[in-house]
């Protein structure tokens, strides 16, 4: 099993963490971590982690949706600052809402689990998931451990976890990031609890997800969604590096399509075009913690208030297929 990975970023201030699901199989880390880019050529597919729990999955549209309206993006779901636990979630389940994803459900004890991690990280005054036996507020060693002492054992669950000045500002921060949406926007996440903590002028976000594998789910879920509008840029700052080392920041804002059923995804080709018809360089983000993904992140920022298209050409359990639709930026 892969440990707990902690990973930090800065962002105005701010510092982020993430652990992946609970059941991940260890495979060629270093080729994961490397990034690459490619403009116009197709980038290669990433060997890595198995998906976890593996369940049939439906079959694959290979048809791309026709356009729809522009439907919100991160940031048109609203700026008010709040560290309810309520208000926290209403935001990660607008950002659902927006990439067609349904909403996850809120539990007493994963929001418990949530508070709890929250209270201990900022009484440390630190950032991660694992918790000491005997330090002040423990409540578990690991976010299975956590849930287990709340009395929701044998969960498949990840963590995500962010310190800045707000709860809600962290959840929106957190989306961003294309290893964190990845849990925060899976077609099969089904709850969610989050928590924030304010203690000795420390501060902590984190938001627990729980996954089911075993029921019904969308097909796939893509962010931006067809025909929404996102920021234009992104500051590329995430740990692990979902860019090449050396990379210049800013950056585009990331694209992603995730898959339901725990399938594996190989990427084939994949182009991001702009009105013109010329392809924009793009990195491909390696897959590390799971395979039923494909993302990529456009080299540089993006035109404003411009309409761009990609098409992901992938192989979906063995079933190839393409994924192609469009997307609007900000003016």
Do not use: C
């Not at 294309?178 to 089904?190: D, I, V």
């Amino acid at each position: 099993m892969l440990p707990s990975m902690k990973m930090r970023a800065m962002d105005r201030g701010k510092i982020i963490t993430i652990a992946p699901f609970a059941v991940v199989a260890i495979l060629a880390i270093v080729v994961a971590l490397g990034g690459y880019l490619v403009s116009p050529p197709a980038p290669r597919s990433a060997e890595q982690s198995a998906s976890p729990a593996a369940s049939p999955g439906a079959r694959a549209s290979s048809t791309p949706e026709p356009t729809q309206a522009p439907s919100p993006g991160p940031a048109a779901t609203g700026t008010a600052q709040s560290n309810d636990a309520v208000e926290m979630l209403r935001v990660h389940n607008d950002l659902r809402t927006a990439v067609k994803a349904p909403a996850v459900r809120s539990d007493d004890r994963v929001t418990a689990a949530a508070q709890h991690h929250a209270d201990y990280l900022a009484r440390a005054g630190a950032i991660g998931h694992d918790e000491s036996p005997g330090g002040a507020g423990f409540t578990g060693a690991t976010v299975q451990d956590r849930l287990a002492a709340q009395g929701f054992a044998g969960a498949t669950a990840s963590e995500v976890a962010a310190s800045s000045g707000s709860g809600t500002e962290d959840v929106r921060f957190l989306w961003d990031l294309p290893y964190h949406r990845l849990g925060l926007m899976h077609p099969h996440a089904a709850i969610a609890g989050w928590g924030h903590a304010e203690i000795g002028g420390h501060t902590a976000t984190v938001g627990v997800l729980v996954f089911d594998f075993g029921a019904p789910a969308p097909d796939r879920v893509r962010s931006p969604a067809p025909g929404q509008r996102v920021s234009a840029s992104w500051d590329g700052a995430e740990s692990p590096d979902p860019l090449p080392t050396g990379a210049a920041r800013p950056v585009g804002y990331p694209v992603m399509v995730v898959y339901a059923n725990a399938r594996a995804v190989d990427v084939r080709s994949v182009t991001l075009t702009d009105p013109a018809g010329s392809a924009v360089a793009i990195f491909a983000v390696p897959q590390i913690y799971e395979r039923d993904y494909a993302a990529i992140v456009p080299a540089a920022p993006l035109a404003t208030g411009t309409r761009y298209r990609v098409r992901f050409e992938l192989s979906v359990a063995g079933t190839e297929l393409v994924d192609e639709w469009e997307f609007e930026t900000e003016r």
